[in-house]
T-cell receptor
């Protein structure tokens, strides 16, 4: 079956430009998460969507970061006026529902490089 | 801010050796998960531990959750090259299953 997919797999942009990263979760999964991973280290939580509830944006590092989830499925993470410190791998995960102990299924990530 | 510190950060061992990875925090978690991540891929769940003191075994991997639910360990017996990867612990609090990831342990097993 299809897992979580993300696009593009790699993105190189210039400082100051806007970028959009896309996540297609596993069909039927109501919970969707975005994480950021720098230099092969641990993941940093960014934002979480659960069904039609208001998203938990508590992990977004600045107001340059935003995300939306249309129709309860596809999600887009937008970074405006990119900075070099935004360079990282951005990972998306989905889960059948937000329940303690539920497995999160991760996509392969988008590697963002800001020059 | 909840932090999960993992040790060691890097570990290079030969096939057949045993190893233990530690995951420590000053915070209490309702449950804790261990993931393994290979280059170019997302993390994949290995195990979830829920009860303080719980021990779970997955073939050659043994996971333990501390009595106070603040720490955990992963022990690998007779490591194999296929065990190579980045091991991440992740703590769960509240009801939203929002994960707080550890700093990661990069394991390399050579022949």
């Amino acid at each position: 079956g299809a897992g979580v997919s993300q696009s593009p797999s790699n993105k190189v942009t210039e400082k100051g430009k806007d970028v959009e990263l896309r996540c297609d979760p596993i069909s039927g999964h109501t919970a969707l998460y975005w994480y950021r991973q720098s230099l092969g280290q641990g993941l940093e939580f960014l934002i979480y969507f659960q069904g039609n509830s208001a998203p938990d944006k508590s992990g977004l590092p600045s107001d340059r970061f935003s995300a939306e989830r249309t129709g309860g499925s596809v999600s887009t993470l937008t970074i405006q006026r990119t900075q070099q410190e935004d360079s990282a791998v951005y990972l998306c995960a989905s889960s059948p529902r937000a329940q303690i102990g539920n497995e999160q299924f991760f996509g392969p990530g988008t590697r963002l490089t800001v020059l | 801010t909840q932090l999960l510190e993992q040790s060691p950060q890097f570990l290079s061992i030969q096939e057949g050796e045993n190893l233990t990875v530690y995951c420590n925090s000053s915070s209490v978690f309702s449950s804790l998960q261990w993931y393994r991540q290979e280059p170019g891929e997302g993390p994949v769940l290995l195990v979830t531990v829920v009860t303080g003191g719980e021990v779970k075994k997955l073939k050659r991997l043994t996971f333990q959750f501390g009595d106070a639910r603040k720490d955990s360990s992963l022990h690998i017996t007779a490591a194999q090259p296929g065990d190579t990867g980045l091991y991440l612990c992740a703590g769960i609090t509240g009801t939203a299953s929002k994960l707080t990831f550890g700093t990661g342990t990069r394991l390399q097993v050579t022949l």
